[in-house]
């Protein structure tokens, strides 16, 4: 079964870092370009976060950039956000999603991070 | 790098159709044919209904479609049924490998 996992959530206060995980099954991981896309509270979806194939390319929303960092351990089937200086804004549920077709064909359950003091 | 405007609930009774509209910018969804549906239970996956404007994954009953007419996109769910009640959320590619969502759809189904 094709799944993604994600972990690595909590709370976290203002200025803080945590780094969020993402092991994926039933595919090989090397052959997708992946995302983040986090959800904060009773708000829509928000993309964050784009990695190629090989881990050589990111782009990110603007909101985010110079404080996470995606990348990727194809041989470990994972994905990572390394997410610093944390603000209480980024405040969500955050979604690996695989992409394919232009679209988010494949999400996880998402895990929840919270930045409160 | 503007969220897509949805209305924030739709409804309909079983057995009817109910469409949802997702208006962007010429930057965005009436820039490209990457437009997707997503139907969102909370606390579950997100899962992809309609990608490339009206193209469906396998798996997707025939009940869901999509279109576009310039900057606004629309999904159709006809024949609604109660497990159809859910978050639905648009996306769209927005050029220069940014990604855009819209606030989201509450379809209530009476």
């Known amino acids: 079964e094709v799944q993604l996992v994600e972990s690595g959530g909590g709370l976290v206060q203002p200025g803080g870092s945590l780094r969020l995980s993402c092991a994926a099954s039933?595919?090989?991981?090397?052959?997708?370009?992946m995302r983040w896309v986090r959800q904060a509270p009773r708000k829509g979806l928000e993309w964050v976060a784009t990695i190629n194939t090989d881990g050589s390319e990111e782009y990110y929303v603007d909101s985010v950039k110079g404080r996470f960092t995606i990348s990727r351990d194809n041989a470990k089937n994972a994905l990572y956000l390394q997410m610093n200086s944390l603000r209480a804004d980024d405040t969500a549920v955050y979604y690996c999603a695989r992409d394919a077709n232009w679209a988010f064909e494949i999400w996880g359950q998402g895990t929840l991070v919270t930045v409160s003091s | 790098q503007s969220a897509l405007t949805q209305p924030p609930s739709a409804s309909g009774f079983p057995g009817q159709s109910v469409t949802i509209s997702c208006t962007g910018t010429s930057s965005d969804v009436g820039g490209y044919n990457h437009v997707s549906w997503y139907q969102h239970h909370p606390g579950k996956a997100p899962k992809l209904m309609i990608y490339e404007v009206n193209k469906r994954p396998s798996g997707v009953p025939d009940r869901f479609s999509g279109s576009k007419s310039a900057s606004t996109a629309s999904l159709t769910v006809s024949g609604l049924q109660a497990e159809d009640e859910a978050d639905y959320y648009c996306g769209s590619w927005g050029g220069s490998n940014t990604w855009v969502f819209g606030g989201g759809t509450k379809l209530t189904v009476l």
């Open positions: 039933g595919f090989t991981l090397g052959s997708y370009i």
